[in-house]
């Protein structure tokens, strides 16, 4: 079935770096742009990053320009997230949604999400 | 950036109809996306371009988009709704997708 199961969360030391990762099954991976979108404990839903289908076009948050590095690998079905200089208040669940388009549109299917905690 | 604004709550008595707001400038202008977010659970697409349904989402759920406000409309509200509900829309300007608060909805 159609599905995204994020890895790589963990507890880190602010400055300190991390890499997520998102395996993509049950699609056509090229076909769609894919998202990640972050949630702060007890807060709303905050787009982090977007990669087009075919890598050619990366869009970041401003919260994280800079500092995250949004890739894919279509040989693997994988999306990644390179998360460097890590803040406090990038504490939050990770998730990887897939894009209804090449790179605009919904999210219509989401992973479960990954806890990064950035605490020393 | 595009703001959009959302009530933090509604609340509903079972059977009734919900309506959940999502206000933003000439939002009707742009297609707006919904989603239902159970706690512990990943958020599910349940709207998408102002009134569709994705497969599997019920007919009870429907949406609409005019002027500053967009509307998610649940009706014959069950318990199983309670749910945050989040807009979302693409901002032309930054090229970003941008989410609204966020609504809480309770069933008495």
């Known amino acids: 079935q159609v599905q995204l199961v994020e890895s790589g969360g963990g507890v880190v030391q602010p400055g300190r770096s991390l890499r997520l990762s998102c395996a993509a099954s049950g699609f056509t991976f090229t076909n769609h742009g894919m998202h990640w979108v972050r949630q702060a404990p007890g807060k709303g839903l905050e787009w982090v990053a977007v990669i087009w289908y075919d890598g050619s076009n990366k869009y970041y948050a401003d919260s994280v320009k800079g500092r995250f590095t949004i890739s894919r690998d279509n040989s693997k079905n994988t999306l990644y997230l390179q998360m460097n200089s890590l803040r406090a208040e990038d504490t939050a669940v990770y998730y990887c949604a897939r894009g209804t388009t090449v790179g605009r549109g919904a999210f219509d299917i989401w992973g479960q999400g990954t806890m990064v905690t950035v605490s020393s | ?108």
Do not use: M
């Not at chain 2, 400038?25 to 102002?50: C, E, F, M, R, T």
């Not at chain 2, 998610?72 to 901002?91: K, N």
């Not at chain 2, 032309?92 to 909805?105: A, E, N, Q």
């Open chain 2, 1 to 108: 950036s595009y703001v959009l604004t959302q009530p933090p709550s509604v609340s509903v008595a079972p059977g009734k109809t919900a309506r959940i707001t999502c206000g933003g400038n000439n939002i009707g202008s742009k297609s707006v996306h919904w989603y239902q977010q159970k706690p512990g659970q990943a958020p599910v697409l349940v709207i998408y371009y102002d009134s569709d349904r994705p497969s599997g989402i019920p007919e009870r759920f429907s949406g609409s988009n005019s002027g500053n406000t967009a509307t998610l409309t649940i009706s014959r509200v069950e318990a199983g709704d309670e749910a945050d509900y989040y807009c979302q829309v693409w901002d032309s300007t930054s090229d970003h997708p941008v989410f609204g608060g966020g609504t809480k909805l309770t069933v008495l």
